[in-house]
């Protein structure tokens, strides 16, 4: 079945974006940089400055107005990447659900009531509702939770060890797997390629590409299926032109 495209010819495809202050987030806005085919409206709890040429509208909200912006801006496409870390939420399960399960289920069910279709959300390698890990475990349930919603398309992203600037939120573990993983990713074969480090800008660019797509159904991508997306996103930023 072929790709019908996203919208009339020259007419941006308006998503938003939350969880841009993240790394993923961050580097969305900045994959989108020049473009003309995708508008981006970014929607936060606090501010944050955007890269050199971003040219998109941020709004800062408290979540529970996040309807509002949702009902103004209209978006096509809902991009989630929101996520919060052990060590932000206090390790505590409670306070990491508050972020990572119940405000994307949250936002994502505003989107939806204000006529969004089509979501992409960043999850995790791993992720699987029987995980004995807690973060896997509640990355497997929300991935679940999203299914049940009725979006006409739904993308879900595992990604490996994400590499990039994340500034003073690296914590000492991932420093250290990010310096090893030129080396660690050489023994990740078969099964186990799917756990190898990959660019926040790959998955960034994988995001805009999976945005351009209207088919519908669930997918779920690894490590190699993004680096694959991200490839194609000229070519379908051509066939949109």
């Known amino acids: 079945m072929s790709e019908r495209k996203s919208g009339r010819s020259g007419t941006p495809l308006r ?65 989630n990447a929101l996520g919060t870390t052990w060590r932000k939420s206090g390790q505590d399960e409670a306070a990491f659900r508050s972020v990572d399960q119940e405000l994307v289920l949250e936002t994502a069910k505003a989107a939806k009531a204000h006529g969004t279709q089509r979501m992409i959300s960043v999850s995790s390698v791993g992720a699987a509702q029987g995980s004995k890990n807690f973060y896997l475990r509640v990355k497997g349930e929300v991935e679940r939770d999203l299914a049940k919603l009725g979006f006409a398309r739904l993308d879900i992203l595992r990604p490996g060890l994400l590499r990039g600037r994340r500034g003073d939120d690296r914590r000492r573990k991932e420093r250290l797997a990010i310096a090893a993983s030129p080396v660690t990713d050489l023994l990740l074969h078969g099964q186990y390629r799917r756990f190898r480090s990959i660019p926040a800008r790959t998955v960034a660019e994988a995001a805009l590409a999976l945005a351009m797509k209207e088919t519908r159904g669930r997918y779920t991508y690894d490590n190699d299926a993004l680096r694959r997306l991200a490839k194609g996103l000229p070519k379908l930023a051509e066939e949109r032109a």
């Open 15 to 79: 998503v938003a974006l939350v969880g841009a202050t993240g790394l993923v987030g961050r580097s969305i806005i900045e994959a989108a940089i020049g473009r003309e085919d995708i508008r981006i409206t970014g929607v936060a709890r606090r501010e944050m400055p955007l890269p050199p040429g971003a040219r998109m509208e941020m709004f800062v909200a408290e979540p529970d107005k996040w309807g509002d912006i949702f009902e103004a801006v209209r978006p096509q496409v809902l991009v």
